[in-house]
């Protein structure tokens, strides 16, 4: 246990503050969110020991509130995102080979200083300019980020302490942890400050140096986790944040014989063209590319006959409503037994006629708006043709409005066939598709489960038969990286549900664990004999 840097063997997950009214977290987070939307900023690009302007620039505007101007980022073109990976090659000369307990307490004093004077800055630019609640933000840009700092040295430090075992008479056995040769590409979503943060600090734990391109629909808050990295102290050019044409970036890269890895988080298509063209260029590297990534999902709640109507209807409103749907875990299919339909839907629609939906710093709502344009055109598009669908029902919702925002109103639908285009289909937005089955097919059912999508993220079963509950564990082991009982399939929280899922949805290496690190370490072993044979004849020879 690595208690050198901690009283206890293991850091305690960051409380999360509840923003109740009268709260002084609550009155500050306020303070920010209008002192930030007050004024407007301009994210330059972070080019080794340069802040970077371009002539290319794109504005930023809160996805509620689409009118208004936040401020603007700066886009780069070829040479800066090759200045950028000569800038990162430079730094690694100094950066992978500082010793670890010095790089540990950069990312030490992250934490501290994210659970302290950055907090409110970090969830007010969450809320801003991703559009989350102040729970939501709270939850993912606060307390999540703080843990992966935290957990993540603690990971590190049981990671070199792993040695042989065994040491043979005159020679020592030692495994050196060295950092990729080259530099990792680290490329993050819209949808977790949390992720973006982690992404690029993970393997520059581990002392590899990053280019790191964030969503151009997260440059609010990726500004904000670049000041928190200089101020702990980083050196510049450890991380170097590039954004603008995507293609562009990732070609320039991936085209680099220094090319080592890549950090990825995103959809599940274009993580797949990013491990085409890294096996298209593979005669091109020093070595062996690490691809690393965490993409869709299509994630399930299936409810037993014996299942509490009550509960699976929250894991409902919650799982798949909650940040507009906007998570690689939500909750996207449901298959309720017949007998317990009646009762679910009249919960869930209860709570659906409840939410509240608006900008987030009224703290009364919900749900905010979903990220952009395009995710409004896609979502209010699904919604229009499952209202044609004769196979489909809208239950409740159904609506959006893009007059102030990008509202879509939370949507359940209900399908009568289980493999509907709504069933099977990612829609990364607030639409929740079910389907009621027949009491006595729970087998069948868990194998629509299983072939329905080709995703295996996160999903949930719901069950108080214990032999239901069991069997469905079993029966579903490939479905999900992530699985629940009684649960809704989000919120994985590090240092307790490491998260990663197979299939279509990633390589499953697992964030939050060391399992993660291992793979941005290229391990040496180091044998040392004391005592070195002087003759080459062995004693059968004699």
């Known amino acids: 246990m690595a208690t050198g840097f901690f009283n206890t063997p293991y850091p305690e997950n960051e409380p999360v503050k509840s923003y109740a009214p009268g709260s002084p977290e609550r009155a500050e987070v306020q303070a920010m969110y209008k002192e930030l939307y007050a004024q407007k900023i301009e994210v330059p690009l972070y080019i080794g020991e340069e802040e970077v302007f371009t002539d290319n620039k794109a504005d930023m505007n809160p996805p509620h509130d689409i009118k208004h101007v936040l401020g603007q980022y700066n886009k780069a073109d070829k040479k800066h995102v090759e200045d950028a ?43 801003l300019g991703q559009s989350k609640t102040v729970h939501q933000a709270e939850i993912d840009a606060a307390c999540e980020l703080i843990d992966f700092f935290k957990f993540n040295v603690l990971y590190m430090t049981e990671i070199y302490k792993e040695q042989p075992l065994y040491h043979a008479p005159n020679e020592w056995n030692r495994v050196e942890y060295r950092p990729l040769e080259g530099f990792v590409y680290a490329v993050t979503p819209f949808n977790f400050t949390s992720i973006a943060g982690n992404l690029p600090t993970s393997a520059a734990l581990m002392g590899n140096v990053v280019i790191w391109k964030p969503s151009r629909t997260q440059m609010y808050s990726a500004k904000v986790l670049m000041d928190l990295f200089l101020e702990a102290g980083l050196p510049k050019g450890v991380i170097n944040m590039v954004t603008g044409d995507s293609a562009m970036i990732s070609d320039t890269v991936f085209e680099h014989p220094d090319f080592a890895g890549v950090h990825f988080t995103g959809s599940t298509g274009v993580f797949n063209g990013m491990y085409k063209k890294v096996g298209e260029n593979i005669a091109k590297y020093k070595t062996y590319p690490r691809i690393v990534g965490e993409t869709g999902g299509k994630d399930f709640i299936a409810m037993h006959p014996s299942a509490d109507a009550k509960a699976v209807a929250v894991a409902i409103s919650r799982g798949a409503f909650e940040f507009q749907g906007q998570k690689c875990s939500a909750a996207s299919r449901a298959y309720i037994p017949a007998s317990k339909w009646e009762d679910v839907k009249k919960f869930v629609v209860e709570d659906m006629a409840s939410f509240k939906q608006g900008d987030p710093d009224d703290m009364h709502n919900f749900v905010s ?5 395009s995710a409004f055109t896609k979502l209010s598009g699904v919604i229009d043709k499952a209202r044609e669908d004769k196979d489909l029902e809208i239950v409740a919702g159904g609506e959006y409005d893009d007059s102030k925002g990008y509202f879509i109103q939370p949507t359940l639908i209900k399908a009568n066939d289980p493999k509907n285009w709504t069933m099977e289909t990612e829609f990364f937005g607030p639409i929740m598709t079910l389907y009621v089955y027949d009491d006595e097919k729970w087998q069948e059912t868990l194998e629509l489960v299983n072939s329905t999508s080709p995703y295996a993220l996160t999903g949930a079963i719901f069950s108080t038969d214990r032999y239901a509950a069991e069997q469905a564990t079993h029966y579903l082991q490939n479905c999900a990286g992530n699985f629940y009982i009684n649960d809704k399939p989000t919120g994985a929280v590090v240092g307790q549900q490491p998260f990663g899922g197979a299939r279509g949805s990633g390589t499953n290496d697992k964030a939050g664990s060391k399992l993660n690190l291992m793979r941005w370490v290229s391990p040496r072993l180091i044998k040392e004999n004391f005592v070195s044979p002087k003759d080459y004849r062995y004693p059968f020879m004699e």
């Open 85 to 127: 990976i000569e800038a990162a090659l430079e730094a690694r000369k100094k950066w992978a080979n500082m010793s670890w307990e010095f790089r540990a307490g950069i990312f030490l004093k992250m934490a501290d200083l994210l659970a302290g004077p950055y907090r409110a800055r970090m969830n007010a630019a969450t809320m």
């Open 369 to 373: 708006a979903v990220i952009d344009r």
